[in-house]
């Protein structure tokens, strides 16, 4: 058993965003709490994906800018061992002492090791040294593990050890030739830095029909023309069928599902995650041990007794993305310390709430992809009576004058019975600030003649909510 001084209120298993957040609110709300990590404090977002890839993805997006705008010229490609090193800088040369730190400061205890669970609120800690901690927790156990790259069972595919988005925005040497698989965000944000980085041979396979599979069909449309103009070879319907890499290090090549092979320097796979809850001792508290874990509008378990464990973030399933599981996470660690103090924790206000209508996400791709809510074929699918109206963004002045040749639309769908919005989708260059406007009108369901009296200045971008207001009516 755990001694005096292993004993916390809360224990967090999960050193990431969403695992710092939850110990962050807990402590707040008069708490103790212990955080176990067995890699780097801060977890796959700040060293592997959201970070590196966005400054990766940085110069690109500007070189884009500028090759729109008469009378401004790229003197030369974009420096790729600059852009490395600024990475580098981003994820702190993958040292996590700052992130220590920060969770020290909370203050919580950091314990490094790997973390599992061993009974109702008790977790088993192996050390880094090979011993092991005891930790009991006297009101909550918060599992923070994240989500693992999924890797398609593919003959040969892992053998031939193919990169994932861990080892791509780790990048240190770009591949001349490079093949991806998939068409998702990591697909495609992935296949766009490194082309420009240097990888002037990228092939895309793509199982379906269209890049971005979750969006409005106009938003993969654009990026694929975009791939195609820039050079990347976008191959639709197309499946890898056996993976071979003799050599290991050594040139890889690819069977096609057309009986076509490509043989390349590295082989990506960007084709989804599934959460990261392989030994971590989900067995000894009466739960399969696979995921996601099924929770309730407060992220506690629904399967375990006494209601005592909290699944947060990307291990839920609920929303795969750093923001929301941070959401999620400020939920759960101020429901948690309302509980242990006997106080009401608002259950009712958490229902129907971000998670459920109002989750932002941003493909930093060139152009950009911004979507909030639902899109028009899940609203109709999920029964709404529902009006959709899209709109040419380089119709609107404020995109004419931010480039020559602006492309880009946008679509809003809404709700005819109360006349709010259920989803937004921009597609463009620069777009990403519209959309927090939008998740505000989203997820506070601002009604349409309401949301009419927000105007937008002049000449932005912006004025595209004018258009879109009009095409529904206003």
């Known amino acids: 058993m755990a001694d005096g001084n292993d004993v916390f209120d809360v224990i967090v298993i999960g050193a990431g965003p969403v695992g710092e957040t939850v110990a962050g609110r807990a402590v707040r709300g008069g708490l103790t709490a212990a955080v176990v990590e067995e890699r780097l404090a801060g977890g796959e977002c ?25 009378g401004l010229e790229l003197r030369g490609p974009i420096d790729a061992a600059a852009v490395l090193a600024r990475r580098d800088e981003t994820v702190s040369h993958l040292d996590d002492g700052g992130q220590v730190s920060w969770i020290e400061n909370v203050p919580a205890t950091f314990v490094r090791g790997r973390g599992r669970l061993a009974g109702p609120l008790l977790a088993e800690v192996t050390t880094p040294d090979g011993g092991t901690r005891t930790l009991r927790a006297r009101h909550a156990v918060v599992i923070a593990t994240g989500s693992d790259p999924a890797v398609p069972d593919v003959p040969g595919l892992r053998e031939a050890r193919p990169w994932t988005n861990r080892e791509a925005t780790s990048v240190q040497q770009v591949p001349k030739r490079l093949v991806v698989i998939g068409a998702g965000p990591v697909a495609c944000e992935m296949s766009q830095a490194l082309h420009a980085l240097g990888a002037q041979e990228t092939t895309m396979l793509v199982r379906g029909d269209r890049l971005l599979a979750r969006t409005e069909p106009f938003a993969g449309e654009l990026l694929a023309k975009s791939f195609q103009q820039s050079g990347i070879d976008v191959r639709f319907g197309r499946s890898p069928v056996r993976v071979e890499r003799p050599i290991p290090g050594g040139p890889v090549t690819v069977h096609i599902d057309d009986g076509t092979r490509i043989e390349a320097d590295e082989i990506l796979v960007g084709t989804g995650r599934r959460a990261a809850v392989g030994d971590i001792g989900l067995e000894t508290v009466g739960l399969q041990a696979h995921g996601p874990i099924e929770v309730d509008a407060s992220m506690r378990a629904t399967s375990v007794p006494d209601g005592w464990l909290y699944a947060v973030g ?35 206000a958490l229902r129907d709430t971000a998670d459920d209508r109002g989750a932002p996400q941003v493909i930093f791709t060139d152009p950009q992809v911004c979507v909030v809510g639902r899109t028009e074929s899940q609203a109709r699918a999920d029964g709404f009576a529902v009006r959709a109206v899209e709109y040419d963004m380089g119709a609107v002045a404020g995109a004419f004058l931010q480039a020559d040749g602006y492309t880009g639309r946008a679509k809003a769908v809404v709700d005819e019975d109360r006349r709010v919005l259920l989803g937004v989708t921009f597609a463009g260059p620069a777009v990403v600030d519209l959309l927090h406007g939008a998740t505000v009108a989203v997820t506070a369901e601002v009604p349409l003649d309401r949301l009419w009296h927000a105007v937008p200045a002049f000449p932005t971008v912006s004025e595209i909510w004018l258009y879109l207001l009009e095409e529904c009516g206003l």
């Open 46 to 70: 700040a060293y592997y994906a959201c970070i590196p890839s966005k400054a990766l993805l940085r110069p690109v997006d500007l070189a884009a800018e500028v090759s729109r705008m008469p």
């Open 314 to 348: 990307d291990v839920n399933g609920r929303n795969l993305l750093t923001h929301m599981g941070k959401y999620q996470a400020r939920v759960c660690g101020d429901v948690i310390a309302a509980r242990a103090k006997g106080l009401p924790d608002d259950l009712p």
